[in-house]
């Protein structure tokens, strides 16, 4: 009671005071503390006999610099209390940020060393996360609402759903295009704001003519596109329902960015009139900057989907059940649920393919709905899988950055702990030592994150243009993107420092001033070498998985696809708006054959009416005395009409018998090559050298087999051999018309892309355009998910193994100058070079080889994770694992073999006399 | 004539020092000035303006509590005393000082021995 009285009364007193000297003013307060103490002091020296002044001198100078005390005490007395907190935390910060600059700028080889880890392990994540963030995370950018929009698509069941196959319980696949007919069937719904349809493909337009032409990537979409998506123009309007009709004179929207390429962005675009090909077309608008409609690629030129696709495709596009070219968008209701919605569109589909349904064609057919976010949508991407993956790796690459700074300024601060015992002594607290080495990782951490920036700047440019060209990226760096950075930034400059702080927290000022510096305590020792170790076992799960899609990528590359890609070039006249008919178009082929094959460094030229992983055809096939043919599950037989060079061009390999000759022409005894899977297939035991063929509506005459090739692939790096067939282009079968030209370059390194095009363009003046390129562009993009995985996972193997590397240099560097006196003893002793160099070698590999098996160990357990995404390699594979681990304990060995020199020039008398 | 300053002193100790004058009672600072003189026999020389912003920061820390008074020649004084946190950080601090000292002075000491 007592005591609870007089805590009430001490209160209570206070505020009294509190009161009185508010009222006083702080500073009379003071004044009044301090004159009473001047005079006390001045009458007590003028009793031993000072005259009057001078005792109020000495008084003076017993106080010392008044000023400078008065200024410390009203600090000390101003503000509220909160208010002082908050200053003194400030002020605190502000020294601790003086402080930890200078502690920097004193080592700046170690300052710069940290920024520049931290920036490449942010940088990393950074960029990571901008291809992540585009790939998956985003909606489309200028989409307004974007969760109301959602993609229709078919479900239906896999294979066909043809009835007759049915009973068992099929595999659902849910997409594909849909007819126009289809689009327009669901218009009768009302559980939809809006519906829009697309063209699937981007299709290639030629703007232009000639050398100047450019080929643009095209959307058709229909005139509710733009209120679907809620787009605004930048400059111009958008098309609207009477101008999206067959016959209408042609509108286009461009895009900004061909806006500022082709035409300077110039708002006079408006009204001008572009050549597409066969029709000019008027721009009436343009989209906003990075717009690309709901998929990734981009986008130039926006066209009617009804005007421009009966131009395109005829009347099939627009009428029928048979031309699938559309994808479908729509807007729900605010308040429509998504799966009333899907119920409407399904039985809305149904109805428009109830004939189809009732002759047993897809009869489980339904509509689903899906996010505009790719993460949310069915049919995800490869790369996107490989995306996320490269997010864990680069979190993964930041951690090993973040040990590294760790071990580093642990290091640094054993190097000062007698400095930060005697500003202990000095009466420095330990919170404020604490937020100093807090204040100086966060400095760091930032300095880092403003360096990834410009990583993630110039990084990301570089992947995006070499692993995602089909991707458009509207921003560099987004703002998603700093923001990701900022926190990382914040947040590895606090990881990085935890250890140290606790080092900081463990130090009492006698402990540390009777530290020498030659005993470093067991546990930061330890931590160090733990944290070592760590980064080990991290280089060694980024290296293994850089192994694994290198080799994936190996095996991929290496398919036998039948032909070789190398060394090809295609070249593709674009004959629409030409005015050329037919006879001339076959003659520009036959001229282009025969010059092209005679410039000198090409090997090869010839046409062919399909290309490998391009297109493909199956016309009708007969054989005498049989009514059906067996069937492969890819379909076929496939045909390819093709010119004498074809075989040498593409260079496949024949088995048997001969190729397609310059003899066989129109008017002799027409004849096929088939390849293996087609001679096994279609004759099984027998020799389908000579064998009849009844091809196309050339039912009454035979087409002679005369050669057997081996299988070359159609059109996927991963399909299973199917039957396909090569007959003489000049014996033209119906619509076989060349379209491509296939020429192999005795150099695959230097193709002579321009000068197929000039001589192409040489002669036929009145082409628009030539489109030229590798083969490999055909077929690289099948490749893309594991170049993408198998190059930024290697970046980041080397780069944490390249950190790792620099860690366990400097742990072994600072122990050996650390324990100079020991290596100084054991010198001195007699111990020879050679124990030496081990002693600090079995430490470094000792270290390694630990993080080694722990790495090793974690691989095996969740590599198996990886499978779905590598190709002909197991996730434990052998040998990666053992040229990884060999990596590592070679590197470890490379890092600690200066330190380990040094510690041989120890000289013993030096370090014995040092202490 | 000013005083060499013989032995320059550590914040920390400083705060210990006007702890431990007032370990005895409330005591205006010319008090504590003078307790401080005569207990280190002038060893030590503490300018007074650090002793006030000493008392004055150890009463923001709660460790000191002060009060108006009249003094024992009838004037108005501020008068410091400690308050019960202040009694236990005053042991605290003993502590730790004598265990530094202590530590400092086996160094010393012996290397004076060996000398």
Known sequence: ?915 | MRRKTELTLLQGTLDLLVLKALEVGAQHGYGVARWVRERTSGAIEIEDGALYTSLHRLERRGWVDSEWGVSENNRRAKYYELTRSGRRRLAAEVTAWTRYAEAVFSVVGSNEAAS
């Open chain 1, 1 to 915: 009671m007592t005591e609870r009285e007089s805590r009430v009364g001490a209160w209570w007193r206070r505020w009294q005071r509190g009161r009185r000297e508010r009222e006083l003013g702080a500073s009379r307060a003071l004044d009044a503390e301090l004159t009473y103490h001047m005079e006390r002091v001045a009458s007590e020296l003028e009793r031993t006999g000072l005259s009057r002044a001078q005792a109020l001198a000495e008084a003076r100078q017993r106080f010392g610099d008044e000023a400078h005390y008065r200024r410390e005490l009203a600090r000390l007395a101003s503000g509220t209390r909160w208010r002082r907190g908050l200053q003194t935390w400030l002020a605190a910060c502000g020294s601790g940020l003086r402080s930890s600059a200078r502690s920097l700028r004193r080592a700046p080889g170690l300052a710069a060393g940290i920024v520049l880890t931290y920036a490449l392990g942010i940088g990393a994540n950074a960029t990571v996360f901008g291809i992540v963030d585009r790939l998956l995370l985003s909606p489309p950018a200028h989409v307004s609402a974007a969760e109301e929009v959602r993609r229709l698509l078919v479900e239906r069941d896999a294979g066909g759903g043809d009835a007759s196959s049915g009973g068992q319980a099929s595999r659902r696949v849910v997409g594909g295009a849909v007819t126009m007919a289809d689009y327009e069937d669901l218009l009768a719904g009302t559980r939809f704001r809006g519906l829009a349809a697309y063209s699937e493909d981007r299709m290639a337009v030629t703007l232009g003519r000639g050398v100047s032409a450019e080929r643009l990537p095209a959307k058709l979409v229909t005139a509710s596109f733009w209120d679907v998506l809620g787009v605004q123009p930048r400059v111009g309007r958008f098309f609207g329902v009477d101008e999206d009709v067959a016959g209408v004179a042609g509108v286009a929207v461009i895009s900004h960015e061909l806006w500022q390429r082709t035409f300077g962005g110039d708002a006079a675009v408006i009204g001008r009139a572009i050549d597409l090909g066969d029709s000019p077309y008027t721009i009436i608008g343009v989209t906003p900057r990075g717009f690309t409609g709901v998929e990734l690629a981009p986008v130039d030129l926006w066209l009617p989907a009804r005007t421009a696709g009966a131009e395109v495709y005829g009347e099939m596009a627009l009428g029928g059940r048979n031309f699938y070219w559309l994808s479908i968008l729509g807007r729900l209701r605010p308040d429509t649920r998504v799966a009333v919605a899907e119920e409407e569109a399904t039985a809305l589909h149904r109805v428009g393919r109830a004939e189809s349904i009732s002759r047993g064609y897809d009869p489980g057919v339904r509509i689903v709905t899906a996010s505009l976010i790719a993460a949310e949508g069915p049919n995800r991407p490869a790369e996107v899988n490989v995306a996320l993956l490269l997010a864990l790796v680069s979190a993964l690459v930041l951690g090993v950055a973040c040990i590294n700074i760790a071990n580093l300024l642990l290091a640094r601060g054993i190097r000062t702990r007698r400095e930060t015992g005697i500003r202990m002594a000095l009466g420095i607290t330990r919170g404020r030592l604490a937020a100093e080495v807090l204040l100086e990782g966060v400095l760091l951490g930032v300095l880092g994150g403003a360096v990834a920036l410009l990583i993630a700047h110039w990084g990301g440019a570089f992947v995006r243009a070499t692993l995602l060209p089909q991707v458009a990226f509207p921003s560099p760096v987004g703002l998603r993107t700093v923001t990701l950075t900022a926190g990382l930034a914040l947040l590895a400059g606090i990881a990085s420092v935890l250890l140290p702080l606790r080092e900081a927290m463990r130090h009492n000022a006698s402990d540390t001033l009777r530290a020498s510096q030659g005993a470093i305590s067991l546990s930061t020792s330890r931590s160090r070498a733990v944290l070592t170790l760590v980064q080990a076992a991290l280089s060694v799960v980024l290296l293994a998985g850089a192994g694994l899609f290198v080799r994936s990528l190996q095996q991929a590359r290496s398919i036998d696809l039948g032909f070789e890609a190398s060394g090809v070039v295609i070249a593709r006249p674009v004959i629409a708006g030409s005015g050329l008919d037919d006879a001339a178009v076959a003659r520009l082929y036959d001229d282009a054959v025969r010059t092209l094959g005679a410039e000198p460094g090409i090997i090869a030229a010839a046409a062919a009416a399909n290309l490998p992983f391009a297109s493909s055809s199956a016309i009708r096939l007969g054989l005498p005395g049989r009514s059906s043919l067996p069937e492969l599950p890819g379909g076929g037989p496939y045909i390819h009409a093709v010119t004498a060079g074809y075989f040498t061009a593409m260079d496949l390999r024949l088995l048997r018998g001969r190729g397609i000759a310059s003899m066989d022409v129109a008017g002799a005894p027409p004849v096929a090559v088939v390849n293996r899977t087609m001679a096994e297939l279609l004759w099984p035991g027998e020799d389908a050298l000579g064998q009849c063929m009844l091809v196309g509506d050339r039912v009454a005459s035979c087409t002679t087999v005369i050669g057997i090739l081996e299988d070359a692939h159609r059109q996927d790096i991963f399909e299973q051999a199917e039957a396909q067939y090569y007959v003489a282009l000049a014996q033209g079968h119906m619509e076989m018309g060349p379209s491509w030209l296939i020429v192999r370059a005795a150099d695959a390194a230097a193709l002579p892309i321009g000068r197929v095009r000039d001589r192409l363009l040489a002669l036929e003046p009145r082409l628009p355009f030539v489109s030229v390129f590798p083969m490999h562009q055909l077929i690289d993009p099948q490749l893309r998910s594991w170049t993408l995985g198998a190059t930024l996972f290697s970046l980041f193997g080397v780069l944490a193994l390249l950190v790792a590397a620099s860690g366990l240099h400097a742990l072994l560097a600072f122990d050996v100058s650390q324990s100079a006196r020991e290596i100084g003893l054991r010198a001195a002793l007699g111990a020879g070079r050679p124990r030496l160099l081990a002693m600090v070698l079995l430490r470094a590999l000792r270290l390694t080889a630990t993080g080694v098996v722990l790495g090793t160990l974690f691989v095996w357990f969740f590599a198996p994770r990886l499978a779905g995404m590598l190709y002909a390699v197991s996730p434990r594979d052998p040998l990666t694992l053992i040229v990884v681990a060999v990596t590592l304990l070679l590197t470890a060995i490379v890092a600690s073999w200066p330190p380990a020199w040094r510690a041989l020039r120890v000289d013993p008398n030096l370090a014995l006399r040092a202490d």
